[in-house]
């Protein structure tokens, strides 16, 4: 899934607002001030590291959305050139696709 810059400024926003909702749980659950923002602090950096954890591994394992529309892409443009090539070989007449074969030693001598 690719993430538009509208997408990540709301994506950034939400992370902002669960950290000041976490301040408030927190405070209502009889943590002080200082604690609650301390607390609320602490829970919103282990959610950040557990997500920054899932992109580091999406990154070395090669799993990230660019490389996938790469891969997925080259399939497509290797099927594509494939298919185009075996049509145009077809369409040539038998003896200069014997002389094709023997240039790239795919035919007899």
Same mark, same amino acid.
């Given at each position: 899934?690719?993430?538009?810059?509208?997408?990540?400024?709301?994506?950034?926003?939400?992370?902002?607002?669960?950290?000041?909702?976490?301040?408030?749980? !927190?405070?209502?659950?009889? !943590?002080?001030?200082?604690?609650?923002?301390?607390?609320?602090?602490?829970?919103? =950096?282990?959610?950040?590291?557990?997500?920054?954890?899932?992109?580091?591994?999406?990154?070395?394992?090669?799993? =990230?959305?660019? =490389? /996938?529309q790469r891969r997925t892409y080259r399939q497509a443009y290797?099927? !594509?050139?494939?298919?185009?090539? /075996?049509?145009? !070989?077809?369409?040539?007449?038998?003896?200069? /696709?014997?002389?094709?074969?023997?240039?790239?030693?795919?035919?007899?001598?």
């Amino acid at each position: 899934m690719a993430i538009t810059k509208g997408q990540s400024l709301l994506l950034g926003t939400a992370v902002l607002a669960f950290g000041g909702l976490g301040y408030g749980l !927190f405070r209502a659950n009889g !943590f002080e001030g200082f604690s609650a923002g301390i607390a609320a602090s602490g829970l919103l =950096m282990l959610v950040v590291l557990g997500w920054t954890a899932t992109y580091l591994l999406r990154a070395l394992t090669g799993n =990230m959305t660019y =490389m /996938q529309q790469r891969r997925t892409y080259r399939q497509a443009y290797d099927a !594509f050139t494939d298919a185009e090539l /075996q049509r145009r !070989f077809e369409a040539l007449p038998p003896e200069e /696709q014997e002389r094709l074969l023997r240039e790239t030693g795919q035919g007899e001598a």
